[in-house]
């Protein structure tokens, strides 16, 4: 077998190149500029700079308020630095020599073996990686922060040492050096048309594509699950699903997905597809799918949410089949809406739901992870001025904050791999619905941030919809709440705890993986694990996961049992719509094509 000759670094090739991506860099500064010339973007100061500064001068106070400890921390660095020193010397001379520090073996930034077969490389991670220990314990070893100021500067600090990574840069990082040799350059011209792309497709902001969208057609290659919109209003459509069997569950399920993204992530490729595995189980589906909506909606509030979400799917559902009661299924925040509109059901007595599925969903915000950084009272009025002016949180600002939970993963592996090595990004589905954002009504997403996060009120007890107090302790259906081990949006602690606030039988199940794969798991990939304990109340998520039952694979027929338990009975399959309701539109309908 004949392998090809390494490619040979071409000057020439290399200066044209260069120029291109100059060029190409110039484009990109163009279509930064130029809605800021017309006014569509405003380049308002940041309210999260003024966060950062107030955030981290706490943490410098602290150390230069006593000239001793001020030593004593450069110190410390400056030793450091010494060893470092010492080891590389070492090193040169051809002696063994320990590492001062070394990575995370999961740290896939150094991955690559000349991070530490090349001196040069492994002495530039190890100071930066003891440089980023030494900022980490700046926050850790402060004394007198209050929790919110500390949890701030840790996400920040890390923010910071994140973005400064010496494989973020072209001369530091020896994988991108080798690809700009190996191309003479051309990696570089690619990764600068790549970038003035995004910054235009972002008209202005740099929207960093983290897939491809070829081959990710909405009703082509995912979405396409047959089905009807049977009913639709400003706020949403809901869909029913054709049956693929002779008999189905008697009790139909309504699904409500978050609307901070499009309802398509249960219904991807037909095979990862938990719609359509559900209507293959013999259970009658309806999905909400909401608008994206536009300054004119931004008025619209929680309250609207659920009486145009929820409630008017529970009456058309019932027009469709005849049904009064439904099993409920919610994931991340639109489980959040149902868990208040099964409260508020209660409170009125009104008995439409069978049972409640929570996937990724909290109703308790006391251990909600690294979101509640974004959460006091400062952040949120800053936020609600800004989204007075225009109506609505632009989707992009959402899913920025929800990137930066885990930026090395969602914006700095990119930004090397994009915009340095010129590669672009693979047919994702997962990652193309994670980039299809929506826009959010700026009353609702208020009233979410200020009742949930902020107070906490609807596990307290004291969260007013509708002129009704709402009270999880009436909520008698049964539950199934389910939480993912790496969640880093609805922590699996959190929805442990939250699920002891529910009046009736709560099942508690943890998935394996995070906040997306954990629950798209289809049986048939073999994925992952769940586990099953049913001691739920005073309990840690570590004591739980002790005594907790592991089982292979996907958590779905688990769950489909848990429903069949309930109510088993079964009818005739029933086709889309009714004479009440005659089908609209083909499924997905045309509310989930509208892009930010």
Same mark, same amino acid.
């Given at each position: 077998m004949q392998t090809e000759p390494a490619k040979k670094f071409d000057a020439e090739a290399f200066a044209m190149n260069l120029a291109r991506a100059m060029e190409s860099g110039g484009k990109a500064l163009a279509a930064y500029l130029k809605p800021r010339g017309t006014g569509d973007v405003k380049d308002n100061p940041?309210?999260?700079?003024t966060e950062i500064v107030k955030t981290l001068t706490a943490v410098a106070e602290y150390w230069l308020a006593d000239s001793e400890?001020?030593?004593?921390?450069?110190?410390?660095?400056?030793?450091? *630095?010494?060893?470092?020193? +010492?080891?590389?010397?070492?090193?040169?001379? $051809? #002696?063994?020599?320990? %590492?001062?520090?070394?990575?995370? %073996?999961?740290?896939?930034?150094?991955?690559?073996?000349?991070?530490?077969?090349n001196q040069f490389f492994d002495f530039l991670m190890q100071l930066y990686l003891l440089t980023a220990q030494w900022a980490g314990d700046l926050v850790h070893n402060a004394e007198g922060l209050d929790p919110h100021t500390r949890k701030k500067a840790e996400f920040y600090v890390q923010q910071i040492v994140n973005a400064l990574a010496p494989s973020n840069f072209v001369l530091t990082n020896p994988e991108v050096l080798r690809e700009t040799l190996a191309s003479s350059g051309e990696n570089l011209m690619r990764g600068m048309q790549m970038l003035a792309e995004d910054i235009e497709a972002g008209k202005g902001i740099l929207k960093i594509r983290q897939s491809d969208p070829v081959n990710l057609a909405l009703g082509v290659n995912m979405a396409v699950t047959p089905g009807k919109v049977i009913y639709q209003n400003e706020l949403m459509q809901l869909i029913q699903y054709e049956p693929t069997t002779e008999k189905v569950l008697r009790t139909p399920l309504l699904i409500v997905p978050p609307w901070i993204n499009k309802f398509y992530i249960l219904d991807l490729r037909s095979e990862k597809s938990f719609i359509k595995w559900c209507v293959d189980q013999g259970v009658t589906v309806f999905v909400i799918s909401w608008v994206n909506p536009d300054k004119s909606l931004g008025a619209k509030t929680w309250?609207?949410?659920?009486?145009?979400? @929820?409630?008017?799917?529970?009456?058309?559902?019932?027009?469709?089949?005849g049904e009064m009661k439904v099993h409920t299924l919610g994931y991340c925040v639109g489980g959040t809406l149902l868990a208040t509109t099964l409260a508020w059901l209660a409170e009125k007595r009104r008995v439409r739901v069978t049972s409640a599925t929570l996937l990724a969903a909290?109703?308790?915000?006391?251990?909600? +992870?690294?979101?509640?950084?974004?959460?006091?009272e400062g952040q949120i009025s800053a936020l609600e001025r800004d989204m007075r002016e225009s109506g609505v949180l632009e989707g992009a600002r959402?899913?920025?904050?929800?990137?930066?939970?885990r930026s090395n993963d969602l914006i700095w592996s990119y930004v090397v791999s994009n915009y340095l090595k010129g590669q672009s990004p693979a047919a994702f589905d997962l990652l193309h619905w994670n980039s299809d954002a929506t826009r959010m009504p700026a009353a609702n997403h208020s009233y979410y941030l200020r009742n949930c996060y902020l107070e906490n009120r609807l596990s307290s007890g004291t969260m007013v919809l509708d002129n009704t107090l709402l009270d999880l302790s009436k909520v008698k259906v049964p539950v199934?709440?389910?939480?993912?081990?790496?969640?880093?949006?609805? %922590?699996? =602690?959190?929805?442990? *705890?939250?699920? #002891?606030?529910? $009046?009736? @039988?709560?099942?508690?199940?943890?998935?394996?993986? +995070?906040?997306?794969? +954990?629950?798209?798991?289809? %049986?048939a990939a073999n994925k992952y694990q769940y586990w099953t304990n049913d001691h739920i109340r005073d309990t840690s998520l570590q004591d739980w996961l002790k005594a907790a039952q592991e089982h292979k694979g996907s958590w779905w027929p688990h769950w489909r049992e848990?429903?069949?338990?309930? =109510?088993?009975?079964?009818?005739p399959a029933r086709s889309a719509g009714s004479e009440a309701l005659p089908p609209i539109e083909d499924a997905p309908g045309s509310y989930v094509r509208v892009r930010s």
């Open positions: 940041p309210a999260d700079l400890r001020s030593l004593e921390l450069q110190a410390k660095i400056g030793k450091d *630095y010494l060893d470092l020193w +010492g080891s590389a010397v070492r090193r040169l001379a $051809g #002696q063994e020599a320990m %590492p001062a520090i070394a990575p995370s %073996p999961r740290d896939k930034r150094f991955a690559d073996s000349e991070w530490k077969s309250e609207d949410y659920m009486k145009q979400g @929820p409630l008017a799917a529970l009456d058309a559902i019932e027009k469709a089949t909290q109703v308790d915000f006391t251990h909600a +992870g690294d979101l509640l950084v974004f959460v006091d959402m899913a920025m904050a929800f990137n930066m939970l199934y709440n389910l939480a993912t081990r790496e969640d880093h949006i609805a %922590p699996a =602690d959190s929805v442990l *705890y939250g699920s #002891q606030f529910f $009046g009736g @039988p709560v099942k508690y199940v943890l998935s394996g993986s +995070g906040h997306i794969a +954990g629950v798209v798991n289809p %049986p848990w429903l069949a338990s309930i =109510d088993a009975e079964e009818v």
